[in-house]
């Protein structure tokens, strides 16, 4: 959407090639320019394709497809390179056509306005960098502000990375319910300290007591993606999510419930009764027997 430069002055390059993948390079930091490239084996990709290769069992695919339907707002949280954009792309594609996403993201990379007959209607934005007299960026922070005012059925937050945490959950706890974000943790719970260190970090420096204030009024619930050299299964790389928590209220600390938990076989069991059941009961998901109504 706008140029990026790279030189000496600007050492750092993220940006998306015209064929989706993800480039990022670095000069005068290294002994020479160094780049990676990181391409999605899965473009179009929905619940079932993860179901199938094994990141989500049927069951959690079928209370994952409810969560958006009901319009919960989710975090998905992992590792570098665990698979985050991905999952987020597939529970983008269970919202509904009808519905106007904003998406907001450092570099654009999610794509989900590619896909006409999936999204027709899809605002994406982009950070923009200051230029070489360091003026005319748009922040994060600015962006999400300003998709608030453009009518969305939902805003998407491709990667949280910094002060715009606190606009974004202002952004849920303000009708915009039905919002999706990724953020960078090692572990489900992990995730809320991490909210609560950007927030500090923030223009607004939220004390950690209203940052968990603010948490548990904006997030339903916490999805955790991990990658594992599992040698179980031949030393192969493994991409699957190992734990789902649900916010269910705030005493000092965000207090939260781990409805699904990692099984000895590498999947994920039910583990806690789900509070708000009875919502996700309307789009089908029976937390009892696990199967459509």
Not at 159 to 177: F, H, K, P, R, S
Not at 243 to 268: H, I, K, N, W
Request: proline share 5%.
């Amino acid at each position: 959407l706008s140029s990026r430069p790279f030189d000496t002055a600007n050492p750092q390059l993220d940006l998306r090639l015209p064929d989706g993948s993800r480039l990022s390079a670095v000069m005068d930091v290294t002994s020479r320019p160094s780049l990676s490239v990181r391409r999605a084996r899965l473009g179009k990709v929905f619940l079932s394709d993860l179901v199938g290769n094994g990141t989500i069992s049927p069951d959690l695919g079928r209370f994952l497809s409810a969560v958006v339907m009901a319009r919960k707002n989710v975090m998905i949280a992992g590792s570098t390179n665990a698979g985050k954009t991905t999952l987020l792309r597939a529970l983008a594609n269970e919202i509904p056509a009808h519905e106007r996403l904003i998406t907001v993201e450092r570099a654009l990379e999610l794509g989900l306005d590619q896909f006409q007959e999936l999204h027709p209607n899809v605002v994406a934005f982009e950070h923009r960098l200051p230029n070489s007299e360091g003026q005319g960026e748009i922040s994060m922070a600015e962006l999400v502000r300003r998709s608030l005012r453009m009518n969305p059925s939902r805003v998407i937050v491709g990667e949280v990375l910094g002060d715009e945490i606190v606009t974004m959950l202002n952004a849920m706890t303000q009708g915009n319910d039905g919002s999706l974000s990724t953020i960078h943790a090692n572990s489900s719970m992990e995730v809320f300290n991490r909210i609560s260190t950007y927030a500090l970090q923030a223009e607004e420096r939220l004390p950690i007591e209203a940052s968990h204030m603010l948490i548990a009024g904006a997030i339903d619930f916490v999805v955790f993606i991990e990658k594992r050299n599992d040698y179980h299964f031949g030393g192969t790389l493994r991409r699957f999510v190992s734990s789902v928590r649900e916010v269910t209220g705030v005493d000092g600390r965000v207090l939260s419930s781990e409805v699904f938990v990692a099984s000895p076989d590498g999947g994920v069991v039910p583990h806690a009764p789900i509070s708000c059941a009875d919502e996700l009961a309307h789009f089908g998901y029976d937390p009892m027997q696990g199967v459509w109504r």
